[in-house]
């Protein structure tokens, strides 16, 4: 997914879903502002949120490869319940995900914000005028 900066985010629990409002350049100086959707969100981190985040970049990643990689932090922190989808190995967990349509997306910022989400579905809408 292009890259832009973050303007604002928020979290609903109940929903499942996260909105990230991002602006882009819109040709010459002028900008628009578009929102990044990740609906049926299954876990995530953020870090660093520096509060005034420049270049934010969303790239989608293989699910098997980022829960083998994290598979140790997650068997780990897995004691005190979190990430909730973890199902005790990197290959369970894999195949539950799987099975309900998630994908797993990177976050990082030239400058502040970085981290991953799970969930099943990430899509650009149009941004509050």
Do not use: C
């Not at 040709?27 to 985040?53: I, M, N, P, Q, T």
């Amino acid at each position: 997914m292009e890259s832009s900066v973050l303007r604002d985010y928020e979290i609903d629990g109940k929903n499942r879903t996260m909105r990230f409002t991002l602006t882009r350049p819109n040709g010459g100086d002028a900008f628009r502002s578009v929102e990044l959707v990740f609906r049926d969100v299954e876990g995530y981190l953020l870090k660093r949120d520096a509060g005034s985040d420049r270049a934010l970049a969303v790239e989608e990643q293989t699910l098997t490869a980022f829960l083998g990689q994290n598979e140790a932090y997650f068997a780990r922190e897995a004691r005190w319940g979190w990430p909730r989808f973890w199902r005790g190995s990197a290959q369970s967990t894999a195949a539950w995900l799987a099975s309900r349509g998630s994908r797993v997306w990177a976050i990082s910022a030239s400058y502040g914000f970085s981290g991953w989400i799970v969930a099943g579905n990430a899509m650009y809408h149009n941004g509050p005028v």
